[in-house]
Nanobody, 128 residues
Framework: VQLQASGGGLVQPGGSPRLSCTAA?????????IGWFRQAPEKEREGVSC????????YYADSVKGRFTISRDNAKNTVYLQMNSLKPEDTAVYYC?????????????????????WGQGTLVTVSS
């Protein structure tokens, strides 16, 4: 399974980029919960957001709640992370990941150890 995250770049504080997580056409994201993680310089990778399949439940870390929105477009085989009101502390490499199941999204609060499939990451730099 190959995932690919894209949409990062240099963003001014307060900016609103949208990250995308896509997969090869032979792997449908429709059936799997997808998590977004980030790793800032000299920090551990942390779970940011997640969306499940079964009931469309979503999860957000407290640090991004109210600013980030996760969604999926099954027709495009893509999961999005809309990021609003960005702050310099949001600067990080952002990854999408799954364990290959419709896992309960809350597990990403415990870290990244349960994820088996990762995208290569996309760097978001928030700076003026």
């Amino acid at each position: 399974v190959q995932l690919q995250a894209s949409g990062g770049g240099l963003v001014q504080p307060g900016g609103s980029p949208r990250l995308s997580c896509t997969a090869a056409s032979t792997f449908s994201l429709d059936y799997y919960a997808i998590g977004w993680f980030r790793q800032a310089p000299e920090k551990e990778r942390e779970g940011v957001s997640c969306i499940s399949v079964r009931d469309g439940a979503t999860y957000y870390a407290d640090s991004v709640k109210g600013r980030f929105t996760i969604s999926r477009d099954n027709a495009k085989n893509t999961v999005y992370l809309q990021m609003n009101s960005l702050k310099p502390e949001d600067t990080a490499v952002y990854y999408c990941a799954t364990d290959g199941t419709d896992f309960p999204c809350e597990v990403i609060a415990e870290g990244d150890h349960a994820m088996n499939y990762w995208g290569q990451g996309t760097l978001v730099t928030v700076s003026s």
